[in-house]
Nanobody, 121 residues
Framework: QVQLVESGGGLVQAGGSLRLSCAASGRIYSINAMGWYRQAPGKQRELVAAITAGDSTNYADSVKDRFTISRDNAKNTVYLQMNSLKPGDTAVYYC???????????????WGQGTQVTVSS
């Protein structure tokens, strides 16, 4: 019912920057929180950053002051600006959105397919 399409991943050298985008489409009445998670090989998926509909943000300690999350509600899109990238940031990054299909329904969480971010030393 809802699709999340991510873009912007790739290979970058340490110290470089990337900007991830995630656009939601489909049967959407409203989107509550949106966020970015990542999963490195052999590790659990972890929260990187989240943003509420009112633009309150939350970051993992490991990315504070380097990553910035933002959203465009008119486009149902969330962004992650990643600066000063480190090899430890290498992972598959997943977009998440908490979507209401109709005003009286409960929200439901959706995930994107993931985009690879690789930071070389």
């Amino acid at each position: 019912q809802v699709q999340l399409v991510e873009s912007g991943g790739g290979l970058v050298q340490a110290g470089g920057s990337l900007r991830l985008s995630c656009a939601a489409s489909g049967r959407i009445y409203s989107i509550n929180a949106m966020g970015w998670y990542r999963q490195a090989p052999g590790k659990q998926r972890e929260l990187v950053a989240a943003i509420t509909a009112g633009d309150s943000t939350n970051y993992a300690d490991s990315v504070k002051d380097r990553f910035t999350i933002s959203r465009d509600n008119a486009k149902n899109t969330v962004y992650l600006q990643m600066n000063s990238l480190k090899p430890g940031d290498t992972a598959v990054y997943y977009c998440n959105a908490d979507v209401k299909h109709i005003w009286y329904s409960n929200s439901r969480a959706y995930w994107g397919q993931g985009t690879q971010v690789t930071v070389s030393s």
